[in-house]
């Protein structure tokens, strides 16, 4: 069993940086891979970041590659989703989820568990 809880959003004008912070509970999670998914208003969830269990290979959606990064700590049980340049179109509840693997996914049927989503503006 693995509990996330995010924080770290809120409003932000366009061109600015945000930290969201996923705590994880549970003896599993340095062995799970972690992702970052967003749903925007009126479009489905979608993946952000992922990373594998080492803090390895990672993976970004092309709309948010060298804008984002995605860090994790197995030591404190976090994966953070650095945000820098952000735009209108970035404007989404963001969630944090565990995979059931070690390696690196990008579809959300391969998460066993999600936070409960915190929610980030962008103002133009």
């Known amino acids: 069993q693995v509990q996330l809880v995010e924080s770290g959003g809120g409003l932000v004008q366009a061109g600015g940086s945000l930290r969201l912070s996923c705590e994880a509970s549970?003896?599993?999670?340095?062995?799970?891979?972690m992702g970052w998914f967003r749903r925007a208003p009126g479009k489905e969830r979608a993946i952000v970041a992922a990373?594998?269990?080492?803090?390895?290979?990672?993976y970004y959606a092309d709309s948010v590659k060298g804008r984002f990064t995605i860090p994790r700590d197995n030591a404190k049980n976090t994966v953070s989703l650095q945000m820098n340049s952000l735009r209108p179109e970035d404007t989404a509840v963001y969630y944090c989820?565990?995979?059931?693997?070690?390696?690196?996914?990008?579809?959300?049927?391969?998460?066993?568990?999600w936070g409960q989503g915190t929610q980030v503006t962008v103002s133009s």
């Open positions: 549970g003896r599993t999670f340095s062995s799970r891979a």
């Open positions: 990373i594998t269990w080492s803090a390895g290979p990672t």
């Open positions: 989820a565990a995979a059931r693997s070690i390696r690196l996914r990008i579809e959300s049927g391969e998460y066993d568990y």
